[in-house]
């Protein structure tokens, strides 16, 4: 699943362990698709008359449920316009750090550049280490 760029079952449902898991490494998840028809002997799955060979490209929207054939564009999230206005007022008064769990240091980095003065949990979430929006351990 940490290889995948998404996930997409035939079987399961929102809590699934197909869905936590990809929820809790923040892939998209379309779980317990019924109309799939998976042939694992020929690495490919079917809705209906479509086929979907190993190696095409889908486009999962974990949000609404789709699953569209081919690539389709995508921007990454942002903290812009009025709830960023709203978040720097807030930074002015609060008095409690942000903790945030990262399973990658990719993932810590994009937290600590999200929230300033964050503390991020580096590896698994049975980690004790800590790392700090300098990138240092703090155990």
């Known amino acids: 699943m940490l ?70 564009p995508t921007i990454p999230p942002s903290v812009g316009g009025d709830l960023a206005e709203l978040l720097s007022w807030a930074d002015q008064f609060r008095r409690l750090r942000v903790r945030a769990n990262a399973d990658t240091p990719e993932d810590a980095a994009k937290a600590a550049s999200w929230v300033p003065r964050v503390s991020v949990c580096a590896g698994p979430s049975t980690c004790s280490s800590r790392v700090t929006a300098s990138g240092r351990c703090a155990r």
């Open 3 to 72: 290889a995948a760029r998404g996930i997409l079952t035939a079987r399961g449902g929102m809590t699934s362990h197909a869905a936590v898991v990809a929820r809790g490494i923040g892939k998209p998840a379309v779980v317990g698709c019924s109309a799939i028809v998976v042939d694992y002997e020929r690495q490919e799955f079917r809705v209906g008359d479509l086929v979907v060979r190993r190696g095409d490209v889908i486009t999962i929207d974990g949000s609404t449920g789709a699953v569209m054939l081919g690539a389709v």
